[in-house]
């Protein structure tokens, strides 16, 4: 069955000393869907995610990419084997270009006189311009800095420039938290077009506004422990919303305002 | 399916190509260039003394050469400091480094009997494994760097006066000159003038000036000059053209998004530390080749003045964003004023006012630069 899904964490725990940040999550990603995370703040997303991009280490439990076990020492790791994470801040620097951040840490080359390594520029322009283009963004001088760009445009950038590495699963931490109605629903696009191409996407966010249209299945997080992984046509938006806003807990206070305590 | 995508193109581009971008003026583009304020600023300053020291000489060759030399050994400590600046860091122990280099280079062939080829290998070797620990432990406690390189400036000053004196009983360990003129190589690589034919064929042309000897009055270019040269050429075009320059420029402006795109930050940030140090050890040799002893207090305060001529050429103290030329021309102001003054009948008591207040003057001018350069729209 491991064929299935392309990323899996099996039982996964994750302790930052006496803090249990992580206890027992099982999360399964199938190949070309687009899995929603969705979680409280203090929820664990946060250290989810880090431990899929290979920024932790699981405590206990198993990560498999492919159905092939797996530990990854740092994020470089994880980008080699196709799994690409967009923050939240993006890992854009606003003072670099536009194309001297697209290919940061994985700069195009050629040789000057034969011997002598140096970034190709032209290549890295024209390839930052077009893969721009393709998200819909038209950018004449990719050597403009990133500062000048809007929030949308650096969200399509970060997203391109994860296609653009052959990333095949894409792990999108909050990409609307900071975004307005317009862009917001951009960039849901953009992730529609990701998965069109055959792109797994995990989609972390707190608004299921925004999850709900997107999403083929949902994963609940709270308080470090998993809720459960429900697929979109087991589940409605409204029971969504409540398991998110901790159906229970208000159920618990109605209870206890009502004077029924338990 | 390409509905979607058309109307993902409409609502995110939905005029014609470039609407959204203006021209901007050769000026403007001009005004973002990190160094045109030190450009600006060497106009300025070479105005100023073309006033008031036009006749006495400061423009004649000799003179040219006087103040070059000091804009020098200043030029090759700020090349360093300004890469390690990019990438955000600071290495106030450069000019202790100094001092340390040339007790390491001074010391071994004048009491423990080396040979000074291994003195001068063993000072720039020194040199860069100090400099690796402090970039270790910078990286490893992410502490300040200020903080990790001011208690480096301390130790580095304090070894540097407990050798002299325990070896040469006094703060100059003195000396050191006979031996480099008996080594060729070290002698070639770091004492003295080259481009002699030059100079003589120039002055045999009556090009300029000669001594009543016939001898050009500049006997050829400081070798000093030469590294300042090549130093910045090769700093200036890793920065702009190589996969490490641009890991410079990431890891200064976000250290958390270069380690997330893959950068090896702090891969980048120690070899930065051991290049100030080479640099400083590399100024430490040159000048104990020039002066002939090492000496407890050689390079004191250069740290800051490299930082100051880092700061004049445009680089940001916050990292991220800076250039080498521009570097280049801070310490070529700073070579220009601490001597050109001299030549004035300004009181050279005058100099530090006046170096305080350019410091502010381009701090004032790149914070104005950057707040525009990642200005959004």
């Known amino acids: 069955m491991a064929d299935d899904y392309i990323l899996e964490l099996d039982d996964v725990s994750k302790f930052f000393g006496t803090v249990i940040a992580l206890q027992g999550v099982t999360l399964r990603l199938k190949r070309g869907e687009v899995h929603c995370l969705l979680g409280d703040n203090g929820a664990g997303k946060s250290t989810l995610i880090k431990t899929l991009a290979g920024v932790h280490q699981p405590s206990s439990g198993s990560y498999r990419v492919d159905g092939e076990e797996v530990r990854f020492n740092s994020p470089r790791e994880a980008l080699d084997r196709g799994i690409a994470t967009v923050y939240q801040d993006l890992a854009l620097v606003p003072l670099m270009s536009v194309a001297r951040n697209f290919f940061a840490g994985r700069e195009p080359r050629k040789k000057l006189f034969g011997v002598i390594p140096v970034i190709d520029m032209n290549y890295a322009n024209e390839t930052a311009r077009d893969k721009l283009a393709e998200m819909g963004i038209r950018v004449r001088d990719a050597s403009q800095p990133v500062g000048t760009m809007s929030g949308g445009e650096r969200q399509c950038l970060a997203i391109a420039r994860a296609i653009h590495f052959g990333a095949k699963v894409l792990i999108l931490d909050e990409p609307t938290a900071a975004l307005g109605v317009k862009q917001s629903c951009n960039v849901l696009k953009l992730i529609h077009q990701a998965r069109a191409r055959g792109i797994s996407v995990i989609f972390i966010t707190h608004n299921v506004h925004h999850a709900y249209p997107i999403a083929d299945s949902f994963t609940l997080l709270n308080r470090g422990q998993s809720m459960g992984t429900f697929a979109k046509k087991d589940i409605t938006k409204e029971a969504v919303l409540d398991m998110m806003a901790g159906g229970t807990e208000i159920q618990s206070l109605v209870d206890e305002l009502e004077g029924r305590a338990a | ?377």
């Open chain 2, 1 to 377: 399916m390409s509905a979607i995508n058309e109307s993902v193109t409409n609502m995110i581009e939905p005029k014609s190509t470039d609407e959204r971008v203006r021209k901007l003026s050769p000026w403007r583009i001009l005004l973002d260039r990190p160094e045109l304020g030190s450009i600006a600023g060497t106009v300025l300053v070479f105005a100023f003394f073309g006033v008031f020291a036009g006749g006495s000489g400061m423009f004649a060759l000799d003179g040219i050469i006087n103040w070059a030399q000091v804009a020098g050994y200043l030029g090759i400590i700020a090349v360093g400091a300004c890469l390690l600046m990019i990438a955000g860091e600071f290495d106030l122990s450069m000019g202790s480094m100094i001092g340390f280099a040339g007790v390491m280079v001074a010391i071994p062939p004048m009491y423990l009997g080396w040979p000074l080829w291994a003195a001068v290998i063993f000072a720039f070797v020194g040199s860069m494994a100090l400099g690796a620990l402090n970039g270790y432990l910078v990286v490893r406690t992410k502490l300040p760097s200020f903080i990790v390189t001011l208690a480096f400036m301390f130790i580095l000053r304090g070894l540097t006066l407990v050798l002299s004196t325990s070896f040469a009983n006094s703060t100059i360990v003195s000396g050191i000159g006979d031996k480099f003129t008996d080594d060729p190589v070290i002698s070639a690589l770091f004492q003295g003038t080259t481009f002699h034919w030059l100079f003589n064929g120039l002055a045999s042309m009556n090009l300029i000036t000669k001594l009543p000897s016939g001898d050009p009055v500049v006997g050829g270019l400081p070798k000093v000059l030469v590294w300042w040269i090549v130093m910045a050429l090769a700093a200036g075009f890793v920065l702009a053209r190589t996969r490490f320059g641009n890991w410079i420029y990431t890891v200064g402006g976000d250290s958390n998004a270069a380690k997330n795109v893959g950068v090896p930050v702090r891969r980048v940030k120690i070899s930065l530390f051991v290049l100030t140090a080479f640099c400083a050890c590399l100024f430490g040799v040159l000048q104990v080749a020039d002066v002939g002893s090492a000496a407890a207090d050689r390079g004191l305060q250069k740290e800051f003045e490299a930082i100051i001529a880092v700061v004049i050429g445009g680089t940001l103290l916050t990292g991220g964003f800076g250039s080498v030329i521009g570097a280049c021309f801070g310490a070529l102001i700073f070579g220009v004023v601490q001597i050109g003054i001299s030549y004035t009948n300004i009181d050279s008591d005058w100099y530090r006012v006046f170096l305080g207040g350019m410091l502010l003057l381009a701090v004032l001018f790149n914070h104005y630069i950057r707040s525009r350069a990642a200005a959004t729209k």
